[in-house]
């Protein structure tokens, strides 16, 4: 397992391994980030709500708790946070 820190610690994630893959499960606190992905990512919000910008779309997208998107690698995506959230990345 792996603790990362992002943000001066706005955003922290605990990257593991299982039978299902490579994953990390994390926070984000209230605020505006830009993330870069080095492989396809797909994330599902936990708790809260994360409002999503990728590359490919014309507009910002709210995603609740529950809910899932996908980034393809090696691209930025925009993230706003209004309340803090959990979530969780599947990397492929």
Do not use: W
């Not at 943000?7 to 505006?32: C, H, I, K, P, R």
Request: hydrophobic share 40%; net charge negative; glycine share 6%.
């Amino acid at each position: 397992m792996q603790v990362n820190r992002y943000f001066d610690d706005q955003v922290l994630s605990l990257s593991f391994e299982n039978a299902a893959g490579t994953q990390s499960v994390g926070l984000m606190a209230v605020g505006e980030y830009t993330f870069g992905t080095s492989q396809d990512e797909t994330m599902t919000v936990v708790s809260g709500a994360l409002t999503i910008k990728r590359e490919a779309d014309s507009d910002f997208a709210t995603f609740n708790a529950g809910e899932s998107f996908e980034v393809p690698a090696n691209q930025e995506f925009q993230v706003k946070v209004a309340e803090p959230t959990a979530y969780l990345c599947h990397y492929a």
